[in-house]
């Protein structure tokens, strides 16, 4: 019947079961030693353009220099044993992590203090050339230090403050049964810290206050690469701003007095800044292109920062600011920023699209005040037809009366020569008043039915 049953699974379903149990937290006691790297590889040229496959070269390097196999296909989560350490590595959308644990070797990490204890990490077992080939793709590096109660927080407040010796330090009591040290810098290591205190944590909850720190550290880094970026925009902003706002001004200079002038230049014009309104929006569409997906991740990394943070539970160590507090002076402004320039875009590319909608509107007043005068040209030049018209029709009254006066002239002309006594001319002369009139009222009726 199992058989049967597993036939009976949509392709998805093992794998989507298996992904929310793809990244547990590592089973942690204290005293441990634990280093930390998260590799953004992406600009990177030397392992292509997917992230998953860089990243799978990297964890494969790691592996080769050990001799163990590294995971396959479009593995996304590896765990291994490697003697002296465990790895746990995870691959994300941007980047990986490499989570390595020093395995218990009979020594306390913290018997020379807390500061001795980050000479003791796991980095020390890590191959130099593996880490040289990471050049410029480490984005976090951590040391974590997980230390036993030895006595209750006096008794090691000397050795935090030894261990973090600058202006800043951070730190808060967690789920009511351990303490947090740091001081969210680099130290000259090239690492951050991070000491943990177990003062009674019970099973597994040791791993997922560190998988917290860690996760808290990674992402917070993550979001600020929100940052160059709209520092890099503000100015180029400020540039289209100050030309919108002068073409704008060039929009509201009166036109020109001459009727042909503004006809002519003032098309010209109107065409003119129609260019340059199209340059501008397509300077903005291309800003915002490039800052839309990095400003859209940057809130979403944030947005996990401040979800890790309160699963922390934090209780105030008096005299001390905590995570959350840190992160709000800190890394809110720079979040802040970020959105600023986001609406900036936002609102710019609306101004630049009103600004079109007026002009185009101008445009096609132009254009319609040109076809006006071309309607009253043309009716001009009907007018000239019209009188034209009516002064060859006088002429052409005359020409056919003399030519139908010439057939009357034969005609007589020819009766006179059978016999008939009469004057060919005076009768020719007779009939030219009522052979005009009579044209003329043949002319006037075929205009009228025409004209019908």
Not at 24 to 32: I, N, T
Not at 57 to 82: N, Q, T, W
């Amino acid at each position: 019947m199992s058989l049967v049953y597993s036939q009976l699974n949509h392709s998805l379903r093992i794998p989507l079961a298996a992904e929310i149990h793809s990244r547990p937290s590592l089973r942690l006691r204290a005293p441990e030693a634990i280093t930390h790297l998260a590799v953004y590889s992406k600009d990177d040229d030397k392992f292509g353009q997917d992230n998953l496959g860089r990243q799978l070269a990297i964890l494969g390097a790691f592996c080769g220099y050990f001799g163990v196999a590294s995971p396959a296909g479009e593995a996304k989560y590896f765990f291994h044993d490697f003697g002296r350490f465990r790895l746990k590595w995870e691959c994300h959308t941007e980047f990986a992590t490499f989570t390595f644990v020093e395995n218990e070797n009979g020594e306390d990490v913290t018997e020379h203090g807390v500061s001795e204890a980050f000479l003791r990490v796991p980095v020390k077992h890590l191959p130099q050339q593996w880490l040289l080939d990471l050049k410029g793709t480490i984005m976090v590096a951590a040391h974590v230090v997980l230390i036993p109660a030895q006595g209750g927080h006096a008794n090691t407040i000397e050795s935090i403050n030894a261990t973090f010796p600058g202006s800043v330090l951070v730190g808060s009591g967690v789920l009511q049964r351990g303490e947090v040290w740091t001081d969210f810098l680099i130290h000259p290591d090239g690492f951050s810290r991070f000491v943990v205190k177990d003062l009674d944590f019970l099973d597994q909850q040791a791993g997922r206050i560190v998988q917290r720190l860690l996760e808290i550290e990674t992402y917070r880094m993550m979001a600020l690469l929100g940052l160059p970026y709209a520092q890099k925009s503000a100015p180029i902003l400020s540039v289209i701003e100050d030309e919108l706002v002068s073409l704008t001004a060039d929009m509201t200079m009166g036109a020109p007095s001459s009727a042909h002038v503004a006809a002519s230049d003032e098309a010209d014009t109107e065409q003119v800044l129609l260019r340059q309104i199209i340059d501008l929006a397509a300077r903005t569409e291309r800003l915002s292109t490039e800052n839309s997906y990095r400003f859209s991740a940057s809130k979403a990394y944030f947005r996990l920062v401040q979800s890790r943070i309160e699963e922390l539970r934090e209780s105030r160590i008096e005299g001390i600011p905590t995570i959350e507090e840190f992160m709000d002076r800190r890394l809110a402004p720079a979040m802040n920023t970020c959105e600023a320039i986001l609406r900036r875009q936002v609102t710019l590319a609306d101004r630049i699209a009103h600004t079109n909608d007026l002009l185009r509107t101008r445009v096609g007043i132009v254009q319609e005040q040109q076809n006006r005068r071309i309607l009253q040209s043309m009716n001009a030049r009907a007018a000239q037809q019209l009188r034209l018209q009516q002064a060859v029709e006088g002429l052409s009254v005359a020409a056919i009366t003399y030519y139908v006066a010439g057939l009357f002239s034969y005609l007589g002309k020819a009766v006179k020569a059978i016999g008939v006594q009469i004057n060919p001319d005076l009768v020719t002369g007779l009939l030219i008043p009522v052979i005009a009139t009579a044209v003329w009222l043949g002319l006037r009726r075929m205009h009228r039915s025409l004209s019908h």
